[in-house]
């Protein structure tokens, strides 16, 4: 019983096409949020979700629009892609005022833009 | 601006020896200190926190020595084990509430020799 999950795991496209990653969570979570981490493993927070309400947009292209149909799910939209859009993408979540806020991140999927 | 530095890049280690990563922030706002665990083609998982009223804080091998005054904490294992080869990051985040978000480290490659 996977706690949060992504698909897919590997995406591979050409430059300019339109992708989605879709991510759940079983966790009962209010909060979800997606990270981008390059290829030197940093990791740095691109959106956060609250109730389906976005709560933090750092500095990212609007080429990216993080979408939440409902609190349990949080995908992510890229148009027009671009070589430097290759990376992992995490989704994680949380719950407000539990645990220390810890986050549970999902396994991961592996964009390449060629 | 990097909010938490961390450091070393990578770290070597043979079985059965201590590995000691650290890590410094600048926000004296932070209130919160996790440590995330990262396995290959894995996403990030919570290893151990620390709030800034303790000092330090053990669970099993794992410890984290926290140091308010200098703005500075570290992540100890001991009896370093094969198994515990994997990336680290060290993360701060301040207050609570649905717009809680860790900023983390630049993470550190442990490898643990048999």
């Known amino acids: 019983d996977t706690a949060v999950s992504q698909t897919p795991k590997y995406l591979v496209t050409q430059m300019g096409n339109d992708k989605s990653i879709k991510c759940e969570q079983n966790?009962?979570?209010?909060?979800m949020y997606w990270y981008k981490q390059d290829s030197k493993k940093f990791l740095k927070i691109m959106f956060s979700?609250?109730?389906?309400?976005?709560?933090i947009n750092e500095t990212v292209p609007n080429r990216f629009s993080p979408k939440s149909p409902d609190k349990a799910h949080l995908n992510l939209h890229i148009n027009s892609l671009e070589l430097g859009d290759s990376a992992v993408y995490f989704c994680a979540s949380s719950q407000v005022g539990a645990a220390l806020g810890t986050q549970y991140f999902g396994p991961g999927t592996r964009l390449t833009v060629l | 601006q990097q909010q938490v530095k961390q450091s070393p890049q990578s770290l070597i280690v043979q079985k059965g020896g201590i590995s000691i990563i650290n890590c410094a922030y600048e926000n004296t706002a932070f209130d919160y200190f996790p440590w995330y665990q990262q396995f290959p083609g894995k996403g990030p998982a919570l290893l151990i926190a620390i709030r800034p009223d303790v000092s330090e804080k053990k669970e099993g091998r794992f410890t984290i020595s926290f140091n308010k005054s200098a703005k500075q904490f570290s992540l100890h294992i001991m009896d370093s084990q094969p198994g515990d080869s994997a990336t680290y990051f060290c993360?701060?985040?301040?207050?609570?509430?649905?717009?809680?978000?860790?900023?983390f480290g630049k993470g550190t490659l442990l490898t643990v020799n048999p």
């Open positions: 993360a701060a985040s301040k207050g609570g509430g649905s717009n809680y978000k860790l900023t």
């Open positions: 966790l009962g979570h209010d909060t």
């Open positions: 979700y609250n109730n389906k309400e976005l709560i």
